[in-house]
């Protein structure tokens, strides 16, 4: 670290300097997210794009005694740097690191935790609201993306703002991106918003007007306002945001500093509710990232010369198999549709959305709808195949019971990142899943044991007649070899991999390790256990599990998500009702609580969800049963 950063340990020390110094600060700080993001991977292209915007706002503003909220979060490193964090800057998202999503336990500056999108301004709204009522007089700033604002949330917040007249400003950071480019005609209606160079024109010569009039006061400047407001009527007369109560400033240059700190000074000052709309670009100062934003927005390690990932791992991901897949039928079948709620690149459907976009469709994000259009397709006849993260499939958890469960409609749910995420934290882990889907009604829940199985299993999900889901985890499959024909998989049907007097039950990603422990502990220390891939975690393959549930024999099962509700509180729940009370029975899975962050290998040893903890678990329970 070296220059201007060195001076700035929070925002006191920003707000001493001249622009020229916050503007050769903006580079440190872009360096510095570079060199840092070279090394841990992370939010690159959103956090090199909002670098000048955040110094602005922190120039204007008086945080922490303003508020500022960052939607989804992940753009808040700039932030973290100039709020006494820069050097524990380095250890972003590693383990008992700095998160990489604000986080109210790490500072007084980070007032509200995010990670999943467009909640920042029903926060804000409420936060302003609560300041009103108590007499306070602070600020409250809710930054938020194009991207984000498809999400149905953000909606629902602008209509109570509107409503309500609170001061409340909001930063609208237009970078034309969500993750891959924005969608919907809200982004195009934005997009048309920066393209008013016509209404610049007008708005510029207004204000040149005025300049020129001798005597200047207040009420020049109120009648500025005044024409400005008539000929954004007279031009705009649809503006979404005005014709809501919200007061539009817009389009603004987002890394020009003086541009910003003047329009973030007329919003501090405005009284009432303010969107600010600014420009910005995507990956700014790193030309890879530039020219590729969606590549680095959630980037894996790189070199900094030329752009290129590290460690680049041979095996496909489950998400790339998962793409194949779906092409691969809609070859065979034109009735498949593949939705994504604006993670094309994320959920493996790139490719797809290439060979077939007439059958994909990126609703933006807007998980909750996702699924609704999709009941509507599957009751017209089609076959849609719905790709979302576990953790971002719990925003649309009403859809899933009151749209999808009690009408008992046929249609796939493909759960990427199920399980233990890696350094995201606590927001993003993908251990509910199997929990809130087995409780709904006639709802299939799914887990391959390999990539191999995953594609059959998705093939197989589309035949069935209820809804299915189908879980897998983030990153590299196993490598293991794929078969060119198709095998079907009865619904309810597991698999047993060995034989023994006891039973593993053990689902998706915790076969493999179950069996490895299982062959170990027979080996070495003469426990016996059979290994059955369960497949299902509903319908439980109930003829296997009765079969072993004899008195005095153990069953254990395996999962790697919750145990409340999970599939092992299923098999217990069987064991209960057939009055087999005689089983010494293990569940083995997560507990309930905030995961730490950190390297999902990490997390998954100290939960004991690895082969040697699984081993440990095993040969603990025996122990206790036996003696
Ligand atoms: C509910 C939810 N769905 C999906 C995501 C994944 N996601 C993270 S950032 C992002 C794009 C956000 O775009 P925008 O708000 O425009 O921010 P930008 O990165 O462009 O600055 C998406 C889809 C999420 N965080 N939350």
């Not at 007089?137 to 999400?151: I, Y």
């Amino acid at each position: 670290m070296s220059g201007i950063l060195d001076r700035v340990n929070d925002p006191k020390d920003l707000k001493k300097l001249s622009i020229k110094e916050i503007s050769q600060l903006a580079q440190e700080i872009r360096s510095l997210i570079k060199e840092v993001v070279s090394q841990n991977g992370g939010h690159l292209s959103s956090n090199l794009g909002v670098v000048e915007l955040t110094l602005a706002l922190h120039y204007v503003f008086d945080a922490p005694r303003d508020r500022l909220l960052w939607d989804v979060g992940h753009q808040c490193y700039t932030h973290k740097i100039i709020t006494g964090r820069k050097d524990r800057f380095p250890s972003i998202r590693k383990y008992q690191g700095l998160h990489g999503f604000p986080c109210r336990e790490e500072s007084e500056y980070d007032v509200y935790n995010t990670g999943h999108a467009a909640t920042a301004l029903s926060a804000a709204l409420g936060m302003a609201v609560a300041r009103d009522k108590m007499g306070k007089d602070h600020q409250v700033v809710a930054m938020v993306g194009d991207g984000s604002l498809t999400g149905g949330v953000a909606w629902e917040a602008l209509n109570q703002i509107g409503h309500l007249r609170e001061n409340v400003t909001v930063v609208l950071n237009y970078n034309e991106m969500s993750i891959s480019p924005n969608v919907g005609a809200l982004s195009g209606y934005l997009s048309y918003l920066v393209s008013g160079q016509h209404y610049l024109r007008m708005k510029d010569y207004a204000k040149s007007f005025l300049k020129n009039v001798p005597v200047v006061g207040w009420p020049l400047i109120r009648a500025a306002r005044g024409i400005e407001e008539a000929v954004k009527k007279a031009f705009f007369p649809g503006l979404v945001f005005e014709e809501l109560g919200i007061r539009y400033i817009g389009p603004v240059q987002g890394h020009s500093l003086e541009s910003l700190i003047e329009v973030f000074k007329e919003a501090r000052d405005y009284e009432g509710p303010v969107l600010l709309h600014c420009v910005t670009q995507k990956g700014k100062g790193f030309t890879p990232a530039q020219n590729n934003p969606s590549k680095y927005h959630s980037a894996k390690p790189f070199d900094l010369q030329t752009g290129e990932f590290l460690n680049r791992n041979q095996k496909p991901t489950y998400s790339s198999v998962f793409g194949n897949t779906l092409e691969r039928i809609a070859g065979e079948d034109d009735k498949l549709m593949a939705i994504t709620a604006a993670m094309p690149e994320g959920t493996g459907l790139k490719s797809f959305s290439d060979q077939y976009p007439d059958r994909f469709f990126d609703v933006g994000i807007a998980e909750q709808h996702a699924v609704d259009f999709a009941t509507g397709l599957a009751l017209s006849g089609l076959k849609p195949v719905v790709a979302i993260y576990s953790t971002f499939l719990q925003r649309a958890y009403d859809q899933l019971y009151h749209d999808v469960a009690l009408m008992d409609i046929p249609m796939v749910f493909a759960l990427d990142r199920a399980g233990i995420v890696p350094d995201d934290g606590p927001t993003h882990q993908g251990v509910n899943d199997i929990s809130y889907l087995r409780h709904l009604p006639h709802m299939i829940v799914m887990a391959p044991k390999d990539e191999n199985e995953m594609q059959h299993m998705v093939k197989s999900s589309l035949s069935y007649s209820h809804p299915t889901s189908i879980r897998f985890p983030k990153g590299k499959a196993l490598g293991v070899s794929m078969d060119r024909d198709w095998k079907y998989i009865p619904v309810g049907e597991s698999e047993l991999l060995k034989e023994g007097k006891d039973l593993l039950f053990a689902f998706g990603s915790m076969v493999y390790p179950c069996l490895e422990a299982a062959k170990k502990l027979e080996e070495k220390e003469g426990i016996s256990l059979a290994v059955v891939n369960a497949r299902f975690a509903n319908p439980l393959d109930e003829k296997v599990i009765l079969k072993y549930a004899q008195p005095g024999r153990v069953i254990v099962t395996a999962e790697e998500g919750i145990l409340a509700g999970g599939l092992g509180s299923g098999v217990r729940s069987l064991l209960d009702r057939e009055n087999r009370f005689e089983v010494r029975f293990k569940k083995i899975g997560l507990p309930t609580e905030v995961y730490p962050m950190g390297k999902a290998e990490r997390i998954k040893k100290m939960y004991q969800l690895d082969e040697e903890g699984l081993a440990e678990h095993i040969r603990d329970f025996y122990k206790q049963v036996q003696g």
